[in-house]
């Protein structure tokens, strides 16, 4: 940039980084996707299409920035844990959290064609934050909050539009008669009213979408001692198995429980 006497104005400029060796996730989600979705006709209570032009776009976003090792999606919403030793953009919040925004919103209306058939009548805005998570207990906890919250969105909603698209009643009748009920009635009323096996549904909506990278197996963990552990973990690191190469895997599994992160050491790492 070419000095002139105008260049002080840089000075004003606030450098917020990420705090060093700490794990972050980015949070994005749409803006008014309830007017969104009615606009563009989604099926509800889950428009399969509209989930799969949004884990494109995640897809996207892991594909350019190497350092996201995870990503998590539900509706609207998508969350992206980035290694905590990140160099990217000097591990500057604003630069990271605004490359992920955009990269994701261009990668959803850019791909937005190739999964629904219904021409976008405005563009889409979505919104982000970024938060540091100090210890690997707390990535855990995140990834496990926004999938419990796909669970209950999801058995609220399909028991919800279960009575109004098959029971004939009004929204207002469906809230009311789902108000204050817990998870083992509304199992109940999909079932004994309306014929629906909630075990049964697709898993993406049940458990939301997981991408990760899926690096080459793993050898078997050696049974001695946690300080050994670490160091082959450093290794594979350095040999390249830390999940971030390898092609985009779109997976719709439990990531409350610990096998998934078993698998996955280098996640937590
Ligand atoms: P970075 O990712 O670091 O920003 P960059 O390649 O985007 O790298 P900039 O300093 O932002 O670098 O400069 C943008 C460059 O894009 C310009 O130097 C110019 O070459 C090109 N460019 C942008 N807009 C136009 C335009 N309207 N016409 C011609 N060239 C353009
Ligand atoms: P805000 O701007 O505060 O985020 P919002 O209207 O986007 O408001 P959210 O809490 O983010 O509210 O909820 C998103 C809403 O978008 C859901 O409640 C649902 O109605 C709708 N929606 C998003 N994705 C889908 C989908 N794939 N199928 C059906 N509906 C969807
Ligand atoms: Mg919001
Ligand atoms: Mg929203
Ligand atoms: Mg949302
Ligand atoms: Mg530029």
Known sequence: MAN???????EFEDYD??????????????????????THQFAKPNDKR???????????????MEDVTLAFGESDEFSFLLRPDTPLYDRRKAKILTKVVSAFTSAFVYNWSRYLNIPLAYPPVFDGRVVTYPLPKHVRDYFAWRQVDTHINNLYNTSFWAIVQQGGKTEREAHKILQGTVSAQKHDILYKDYGINYNTLDEMYKKGSVLVRDPPPLPEVPKDGAYKEKKRIEKLRKDGIDGTRGSVQILHVDII?????NQRPWLLA
């Open 4 to 10: 002139s006497r105008f260049g002080y104005v840089r």
């Open 17 to 38: 980084r990420l705090l060093p060796s700490t794990f972050s996730v980015v949070r994005i989600d749409g803006q008014s996707f309830h007017r969104f979705s009615d």
């Open 50 to 64: 509209a989930l799969e032009c949004m884990n494109s776009a995640a897809q996207f976003v892991m594909e350019e």
């Open 257 to 261: 429980k610990d096998d998934f992160w």
